[in-house]
């Protein structure tokens, strides 16, 4: 793969984007794992299940370039390019994930560039899932650079339909037939009322213990 020179851009290489955005990762991930646990002490309870991350590969940003009308150059995969870095915040229950959305928003080092709340305003297709694109700085030998970050916060279940999606997009190129996007579309509902039905439960076990 090859990639024209760059102009403006403070990243000049391939192997130079991955190091950058993979220290991103490294950044956000410790940040989560602080919260966590600061959260666990204080509230006996832990708000994340688990946490999935990973760099898109260069085929893939090119591609996305193309689909857009760049040039495949390093300075546009940067500038243009949101979710080069992805981490996925996988939680229990929908509270959770506007908890979390929140604690992050407070840490006075992430720059939130831009939110989508695809739970209170679904996709047309079912899709839901709460987008967060943050700016965050890596400090170099001799510089600083900031590296953006699509953070993207679910429930389990959420996932479990997201992943289910993504497999059936990729497998008919995106050109899904209607009765599947029908049949998706039903079990994105019976997913929301599946998280609605367990943050209920929860609710009612946590008012038990509190009676104790």
Known sequence: MEYRGKETSDIDSWKEVRLVYSSALKEIGTKLEILNDEFQHVHKYNPIEHIKSRIKTSDRIVKKLKK??????????????????????????T????????MLERQRDLNIMDVKDYIRYPKSSGYKSYHMIV??????????????????????????WASLEHKI???FDVNVP????????ACAKMVSELDEKMLSLNEEVKALDLDR
């Open 135 to 160: 700016s965050v700085p890596i400090y170099l030998s001799e510089r600083r650079v900031e590296a953006k970050v699509e953070i993207q916060i679910r429930t389990v279940a959420m996932d479990f």
């Open 169 to 171: 997009n990729y497998k």
């Open 95 to 102: 509270t959770d994930v506007y908890r979390i959305a929140q």
């Open 68 to 93: 857009h009308g760049y040039e495949s150059t390093i300075e546009n995969m940067v500038r243009y390019v949101n979710d080069i870095a992805g981490v996925r915040i996988i939680c229990s229950f």
């Open 178 to 185: 209607d009765y599947i996007q029908n049949e998706l579309f």
